[in-house]
């Protein structure tokens, strides 16, 4: 098969994973994003990588976002969200540092295929995203492997949230440009 093809029906199960993302829980977290003194976002891998590009989203808006491991994050308050990327929500590490999240009193949020996971059950709360190959049902068939479709959405996921966000400010897209780096 022509790679062309292939990337017709990755968009095709982009296109559908949209239907599965529920409204409430997306508006849930651009309301923590508007209420937080600070946000942070973390995640391993592939997801980790999608979390970083929010951060750098977020920045563009103005918001003191950080990624969780960087030499430049600060500490974690109770006035703070942080934001965990994981579509198992079994990574230790997460799973650790969301435990240090709640025992601060910060507020804690996952966006994972299985809210049901140990990270999910932490999180004060949670969006669900498509993307398991292991659920092969109709709505969620992929050709990809492993994780792809869940990192593919996740990416997509954030920046519709930046896009509520800006809406929810007044924000405009010229504005972030002022923010974007120019020693590159």
Do not use: W
Request: proline share 3%.
């Amino acid at each position: 098969m022509e790679a062309s093809h292939y990337y017709s029906e990755i968009v095709k199960e982009l296109s559908r994973a949209a239907d599965f993302i529920s409204d409430q829980e997306a508006e849930k977290l651009v309301d923590e994003i508007l209420h937080a003194k600070k946000i942070f976002v973390a995640g391993a891998g592939r997801s980790g990588l999608m979390g970083k590009s929010f951060v750098m989203r977020m920045m563009h808006m103005g918001l003191d976002a950080y990624v969780i491991g960087e030499t430049v994050t600060p500490n974690f308050t109770e006035d703070d969200l942080i934001i965990f990327a994981s579509g198992s929500g079994e990574t230790q590490s997460l799973i650790s540092m969301a435990e240090k999240a709640k025992s601060v009193g910060g507020k804690v949020m996952a966006v994972t295929i299985f809210p049901e996971s140990t990270l999910g059950k932490i999180a004060d709360a949670c969006v669900k995203l498509p993307g398991s190959p292991k659920d092969q049902s109709d709505k969620y068939k992929t050709i990809q492997p492993m994780g792809s479709l869940f990192e593919q959405t996740l990416l997509l996921f954030f920046d519709a949230v930046i896009l509520r966000f800006m809406e929810k400010k007044g924000f405009e897209s010229d504005t972030m440009f002022g923010r974007h780096a120019n020693l590159e």
